[in-house]
C-alpha cells in the first residue's frame, strides 16, 4: 500500500518543497494548513506577508494544486488559543520569555494534526523544518538542519521518540539556495516568497498584541540593588535580556532587563554581566533516549545562539546544567536544548534564577 | 491528484456540466457576439438567449408575462428580490425569514440593519407575518438536509391575509429535482441557479411575477429589459437554457432514478453498517426530501476527516455546505434542527447526480463503509 503522508503547509518555501520532494519521491501526500488565529477577529492586517494568514492559504492551495496533491483547511483555532496564545500571553504577564514556535510544535503539529491525520489513513506528519531525522545504530536520531544557519531543531526538542518514528522533515537535508532553486525549477508559486521572521498571530509589536488582551499596570524599573531609575508602561514591554526600550541614558555600560518581577510590577535593570550564568535550572525537561541521566555536550540557549559547552545533570523535575567553559545569558522560560554535536538530545524551559 | 475520475456524491454543490451542454455551447461559441448589438452578429446571440429564457419559462411553470431575469447566480438573484421588497423600508417594519436559508438570503436579509428581522423555524413564519412585514421568504428545499419545505401554502396564507407583502423563495436546490409551478407558489419572486443543474456556473435567473413591484440592484446599460444592466454572460445563459431543456425532458425519469439510487443506497447502508455494527443515524428519513439527498450522522465520527477520507478514495461528499475558505464550520441549518455543536460536526451530506451510474454508487458506499 502506498505510504500517506499529511505535508503541513504554511504558504512559505519550505513547507512547499517538502510537498514536492515527497510527491516526487511517489510517496501519497496530502496538503494541509492549519487555521490557528481568527484574523478578521483580532485585529489582525489581512495583506500583511507572515505565515497562516488567509493569503498564505491561497499560497499553499496554489502549491498543492501545481505540485498535484489534494490540499485541505484544518480548524485549529481551539487548541491554538489554548495552548500557544494563552501561554504567550501568561508568559508575558509573568514575566518570562514565551516560546510560541515550540507550544505551537509539541501541541499542534505533531500531536492535533497527527490525530486527525491518522483519521484518513495518513501516520506520518511531514514539514518543512530544517531539521534531520536519520537512523543510527538501530535508532532514530534528530539532527540539526544541513543549513547551519537556517536550523530548526532548537524548536522541535519536546519532540517524542514515538512522535519522531512518523515524522518526516523532507527539507532538512537542503540549504535554503537550494530549496528555493528547486521551488524555482518545479514552477512553485512560492519560490522568490519573503521568509516569515515574526510570530504568525501578532501583527506589529508583542507587546500591543498582550495589551489589547489586558494590559498590565504600570510600574518602575529599578535596579539591581532596589534603587528606582524610572518608570515603565508594564512590564509586557519587557523580556529578560532586553536591550532596546528601557528609557535610562547617561550610564557608561549599555542596561539590559536582569529580571521581571510581576507581583511587584518591577523591572530590574542591570549590566550584561547581571545576566550571566554558569549553573541553571532546566524544568519541563523532555528527552529522547532517557536511558542516562549525565551528559556533556553543547547547550543552546536561544534560537540564535551558537551553543555553549555544558554538562547535563538530570534530576527530579527537571536538570541541572553546568556551563564549562563560558558563561551564558539566559533568561527564565526560554528553551535549552542540549546537542551532542549535531544531534539534538533533549531540552526544556530555563527555571527562575 | 486522480484528477476526473472520481465519484460525484456531492451533486448539491454543482451538479457538474453536462456533456450536451459542453458540447452544444462550445461548438457554436464563436457565432455569439454582444446581444445589445444591432447588426446580425448580436442578433444570433440575442434569439439564443430567448431560447433559453423559454426553456426556463417551461421548466418552471411561469406565466407567459413573467419576468425570466439572467443573472450572475442565484446569490445575485436573492440579493437583487430582497432589497427591491425591501427598498423604502423603516424601521417600523420588519421582514420574515427562515432559519435554516442559505447564506445567499439569510445574510441578505441581516444586511438590513434598519428592518426589524425575524428568523425563524419554517413552520413558524406565518405567525410572525403582520401588516408591517415587508417581505416574506422561505426556500423550496434546503441543500444541506435535502428538507422540502411548504412554500405554496405559507405563501396563499400570506397572500390572502396580506396581499401587498412581497414573497420570495430560493429554489435553486429544488430545480430539476422536485417540480416547481411557480404559478401554485404565490412566489412574487424566486431564485434559481444554472450549475445546479449541468449548466455552467456563474449564470443563474430571477423569476418575477407579472405585476410585482421590482427595483434593480444594478444598475447601467438597458439589459434585461432595464431589471438587470450588465452585459450578458450569453454562452453562460445558452448552457442554462440547454440544461433546462433537459431537466424538463428527463424530468420524470431522473425523479424514478433517484427514488431507487436513494433507496438503494440507504438500504445498502443501513445494513451493512448495522452488520458491522458501526452507529449511524439517517436524518429526516421520514421527511418530505430531495430525491437525491441523504443526510447521515456517524456519531462519534468527525464528518470532516470522513469527507477528507472518502475524497482520497475518489469519492466526494459534502459536510455542510460548500465554504470558499475552506475553513470549515457548525452548519446554522442542523443547528437550526437541534443538532448540538458536535452532532453537527458529525454529519455528512451524500447527493446524487442523475447520472450517477449503480456500479458507482455500489463502490462509493464500499469505500464509505470502508472509511468508517
Redesign the interface.
Known amino acids: 500500500m502506498l505510504m500517506r503522508v499529511v505535508v503541513a503547509m504554511s504558504g512559505g518555501v519550505d513547507s512547499s518543497v517538502a510537498a514536492l520532494l515527497l510527491k516526487e519521491k511517489g510517496v501519497e501526500a496530502v496538503g494541509v494548513s492549519m487555521q490557528v488565529w481568527d484574523y478578521r477577529n483580532n485585529g489582525g492586517c489581512l495583506s500583511r506577508a507572515t505565515c497562516c494568514a488567509p493569503d498564505d492559504f491561497t499560497d499553499a492551495r496554489k502549491t498543492a494544486s501545481k505540485i498535484g496533491i489534494p490540499y485541505y483547511v484544518f480548524d485549529f483555532e481551539k487548541t491554538f488559543k489554548s495552548e500557544v496564545i494563552d501561554k504567550f500571553v501568561d508568559s508575558y504577564n509573568k514575566g518570562i520569555t514565551p516560546n510560541p514556535c515550540i507550544d505551537c510544535n509539541s501541541k499542534v503539529k505533531f500531536k492535533e494534526l497527527r490525530e486527525r491525520a491518522r483519521s484518513f489513513g495518513a501516520n506520518s506528519v511531514a514539514t518543512g523544518h530544517y531539521a534531520q531525522i536519520k537512523e543510527v545504530d538501530g535508532r532514530l536520531r534528530l539532527y540539526r538542519g544541513a543549513d547551519r544557519e537556517k536550523d530548526q531543531s532548537y524548536f522541535l526538542y519536546s519532540i517524542t521518540y514515538e512522535e519522531l518514528k512518523e515524522t518526516s522533515f523532507p527539507v532538512g537535508h537542503l540549504t535554503k539556495p537550494e530549496v528555493r532553486k528547486l521551488a524555482e525549477g518545479a514552477g512553485l508559486p512560492t519560490a522568490d516568497k519573503p521568509e516569515s521572521q515574526d510570530i504568525c498571530f501578532v501583527s506589529g509589536k508583542n507587546s500591543d498584541f498582550i495589551a489589547r488582551i489586558g494590559k498590565p499596570p504600570a510600574g518602575y524599573l529599578v535596579s539591581t540593588t532596589g534603587e528606582r531609575l524610572g518608570a515603565h508602561d508594564g512590564i509586557h514591554e519587557f523580556t529578560v535580556g532586553q536591550r532596546k526600550g528601557i528609557k535610562i541614558g547617561g550610564l557608561y555600560e549599555p542596561l539590559y532587563v536582569v529580571e521581571i518581577r510581576p507581583e511587584s510590577n518591577e523591572v530590574v535593570v542591570g549590566t550584561k554581566k547581571d545576566l550571566e550564568r554558569e549553573k541553571f535550572f532546566i524544568k519541563d525537561f523532555a528527552f529522547l533516549y532517557p536511558d542516562e541521566d549525565r551528559f556533556e555536550g553543547t547547550i543552546q540557549v536561544r534560537s540564535r545562539h551558537r551553543g555553549s559547552p555544558a554538562k547535563v545533570e538530570i534530576v527530579d523535575g527537571g536538570a541541572w546544567v553546568t556551563l564549562t567553559e563560558e558563561s551564558c545569558v539566559i533568561a527564565p522560560g526560554q528553551a535549552a536544548v542540549f546537542y551532542n554535536g549535531d544531534e539534538l538530545l533533549g531540552g526544556g524551559r530555563i527555571g527562575r534564577a | ?1 486522480n ?1 476526473g475520475s472520481f465519484i460525484n456524491f456531492d451533486a448539491n454543490a454543482t451538479y457538474g456540466v453536462l456533456p450536451e451542454v459542453a458540447e452544444e455551447v462550445l461548438s457554436n461559441h464563436s457565432r455569439y457576439l454582444n446581444p445589445s448589438s444591432i447588426h446580425r452578429g448580436g442578433q444570433v446571440a440575442r434569439a439564443a438567449i430567448e431560447d433559453a429564457r423559454e426553456e426556463i419559462r417551461t421548466l418552471i411553470g411561469a406565466d407567459r408575462r413573467d419576468r425570466i431575469v439572467f443573472t450572475s447566480g442565484a446569490t445575485e438573484s436573492s440579493n437583487s428580490a430582497i432589497s427591491s421588497a425591501l427598498s423604502g423600508a423603516t424601521r417600523e417594519n420588519n421582514l420574515v425569514c427562515s432559519n435554516v436559508e442559505h447564506p445567499a438570503v439569510l445574510e441578505t436579509c441581516k444586511s438590513f440593519d434598519k428592518v426589524e428581522c425575524r428568523i425563524c423555524e419554517p413552520e413558524k413564519l406565518r405567525e410572525k407575518v403582520d401588516e408591517n412585514t415587508r417581505l416574506v421568504t422561505l426556500m423550496l428545499a434546503n441543500n444541506e438536509t435535502g428538507k422540502v419545505y411548504k412554500v405554496s401554502e405559507l405563501f396563499t396564507y400570506v397572500k390572502s391575509n396580506f396581499p401587498w407583502i412581497p414573497t420570495h423563495s430560493d429554489c435553486v436546490q429544488a430545480l430539476g429535482k422536485v417540480e416547481i409551478n411557480f404559478k401554485e407558489l404565490f412566489a412574487d419572486t424566486i431564485s434559481i441557479s444554472g450549475h445546479k443543474i449541468g449548466a455552467f456556473s456563474g449564470v443563474g435567473a430571477l423569476i418575477i411575477k407579472d405585476g410585482a413591484q421590482f427595483k434593480p440592484l444594478i444598475h447601467g446599460g438597458p439589459q434585461e429589459v432595464r431589471f438587470r444592466a450588465g452585459t450578458e454572460n450569453t454562452l453562460g445563459i445558452i448552457s442554462f437554457g440547454i440544461a433546462a431543456r433537459i431537466a424538463r425532458q428527463k424530468f420524470e425519469s431522473r425523479i424514478v432514478r433517484y427514488k431507487a439510487m436513494k433507496l438503494w443506497f440507504s438500504d445498502k447502508l443501513e445494513s451493512e453498517l448495522t452488520r458491522k455494527q458501526i452507529p449511524y443515524q439517517i436524518n429526516f428519513k421520514d421527511e418530505d426530501s430531495l430525491p437525491n439527498t441523504l443526510h447521515v450522522r456517524f456519531p462519534g465520527r ?1 464528518a ?3 469527507l ?2 472518502l ?2 478514495e475518489g469519492v466526494l461528499v459534502s459536510a455542510g455546505s460548500a465554504c470558499a ?5 457548525s452548519s446554522h441549518v442542523l443547528l437550526a434542527h437541534g443538532f448540538s455543536e458536535d452532532e453537527a460536526k458529525e454529519c455528512l451530506r451524500i447527493s446524487f447526480n442523475a447520472e450517477t451510474r449503480f456500479e458507482e454508487l455500489a463502490s462509493g458506499l464500499e469505500a464509505l463503509v470502508r ?1 468508517l
Request: proline letters at 6%; glycine letters at 12%; hydrophobic letters at 30%.
Open positions: 491528484m484528477g468527525k470532516d476527516d470522513l477528507i477520507a475524497d482520497l475558505s475552506g475553513k470549515p464550520e472509511c
